[in-house]
């Protein structure tokens, strides 16, 4: 009989280097992204390491071990499944026998990595969320899955490349019906672990979503009190687009806690396992046969629809930058109390990776708020990046940290820029938690002032 177990914390989920499994040697998937806490899903899972167990981890603070053991599996006989299909545009997908159906009975909803452990003491993670029936009053984590999937080369495919490593020969569609290539949850690992965990530590009430369930059901953020983006949500359909931006604009609070946000535009397809099973993305409009459409897959800023994302989150993308410092401009900035920042305070390393800018343009919010202004390099060009805070006539406010630095740098080692990205974290979560923001933190636009300063 499979075991459910209440334990308060265990270190057991984390897989040390020398376990990791290769990556048809163990691995799995899920049949959807998401599940509703009783409701079974099934495990696809091929083993050429033998039988296999799996253990059920929440991620969460848990008094610092960061997961909880929720379930325990009986052994599963390992089979080895067959090889991965490609299609001629490159798309690879399964099709595997379940391994195991898990029935979820009193799990808590989370995000949740299912450690699997071979015979042989191989490990790979498969991650799945326990979504949580209302948003009412909480604050949304949301898992970018969708991101997970574009960046997801198992099998030899991804939106960015095929086995030569070459972007002309990379997918134009992604199955879910795959395994996650690295440890199993590579993205998860690092632009979303750390904040999970000290969002469970922050007392504020939380629920759990996926991107795909923010495109699958348009109630799903109904009553939420904020929506958190987290380190690299990346690819957006028009139906999550349109359920955050409602959302907003009934007085939900958004943050975007990374960086490069709402840039690409997808839609998704069903396939034998259901609905929303395949992402679509072939970021050409020559290339796509809906190629005069709304859903038509290209940047968000490019036509033949145009919407740039700094409608919502207030920015555009740079580039990929060098390591930067994050540099205060706005030290009153509510978020930043108990940091002891004063104008010009910066902390290493925060700004970061793809980095996002504000710009005077169509679409940038009339009253954006820079509370960042940080020399960054793109290569050796210098640039800037900015985080910014925005209110609706709802009264939402939005706040964009402009780094994709921003979420991993939580897990780091106790400094200074550690203890200040943790605090102004604790204070938005905690903020956002409390009601429409605007309420007692209207934003004060100064985007036209930094411009006339001369900055650049």
Known sequence: MPVVTGSLGSKEWQIAPDRLAGPTELAGYTDR?????????????????????????????????????????????????????????????????????????????????????????????????????????AVVIVNAVNTYQAYNAWGGYSLYHGPDNSYATRSHRVSFDRPYDGNGAPLLFRFELPLLQLADRSGVRLAYLTSVDLDADRTALSGARGVASLGHDEYWSLPMRAAVTHARDIGTNLAFLGGNSVYWRVRFAADRLGPDRIMICYKDATLDPVRNRPDTTVRWMSKPYPNPENSLNGMLYVCYSRQGRFVVREPRFFLFAGTHAVNGTSYPLLAGAEVDRAYRIRGTPANLEVVAHSPALCGARPVFTDATYYTVR???????????????????????????????????????????????????????????????
């Open 394 to 456: 709802s009264g939402a406010g939005v706040f964009s940290t402009g780094s994709m630095n921003w979420v991993s740098t939580l897990d780091d080692l106790p400094s200074p820029t550690v203890t200040f990205a943790r605090t102004v974290t604790l204070n938005l979560l905690r903020a956002m938690s409390s009601g429409p923001l605007a309420r007692k933190h209207p934003s004060i636009g100064n985007l036209g002032k930094l411009h006339r300063s001369g900055r650049p």
């Open 33 to 137: 992204t998401s599940v509703r806490s009783g409701r079974p899903f099934r495990l696809y899972a091929t083993s050429t390491a033998g039988a296999f167990t799996v253990r059920a981890f929440r991620i969460g603070w848990y008094r610092g071990a960061g997961a909880r053991l929720i379930w325990t599996s009986p052994s599963i006989p390992g089979v080895v499944q067959p090889a991965p299909a490609i299609a001629p545009d490159h798309m690879v997908s399964t099709n595997w026998k379940p391994s195991l159906t898990v029935a979820t009975s009193g799990w808590p909803p989370g995000t949740y990595l299912l450690l699997l452990t071979a015979a042989n003491g191989k490990q790979k993670y498969v991650p799945i969320t326990v979504r949580s029936n209302s948003s009412r009053g």
